[in-house]
């Protein structure tokens, strides 16, 4: 859930176009008559990473079980490419139930996370 998580979030952010800025910063006025507003690039901003990280969580139902053959260790892939290419789904459990619990855990480490994601994600 976690790797599926960060593994959004990476995506979402390289989608924005890198020149796009947001201004950061004071807006009061010093005495002196200037302002402390900083331009820092949007993708990587945390009012940025704050919206991803409220709807983040709905692209879980994107995902289906996998079962490894050999290890039998379950892992979580993507049914649903990002850009509408055919998958590979062999072996992949897609289910109501299997999204719903990848969607409730991704919520408990986005909500219990919350400031260390938006902390480590803020950098390349």
Same mark, same amino acid.
């Given at each position: 859930a976690c790797r599926a998580l960060?593994?959004?979030l990476e995506w979402e952010i390289a989608q924005v176009d890198p020149r796009k800025t947001i201004q950061m910063g004071?807006? +009061?006025i010093n005495p002196d008559g200037s302002q402390s507003v900083v331009e $820092?690039? *949007?993708a990587r901003s945390?009012?940025?990473l704050t919206e991803l990280l409220e709807r983040v969580c709905e692209k879980m139902k994107e995902y289906g079980e996998k079962v490894d053959p050999s290890t039998h260790r379950k892992s979580y $892939? +993507? $049914?649903i490419s990002h850009?509408?290419?055919k998958m590979d789904l062999s072996g992949v459990k897609i289910d109501g139930? $299997?999204?719903s619990s990848l969607k409730f855990a991704c919520e408990s480490i986005a909500e219990? *996370?919350?400031?260390e994601l938006i902390e480590f994600l803020s950098h390349e």
């Open positions: 960060v593994d959004e004071s807006f +009061r $820092v690039p *949007y945390e009012a940025h $892939v +993507r $049914v850009d509408g290419t139930d $299997v999204a219990e *996370y919350e400031d």
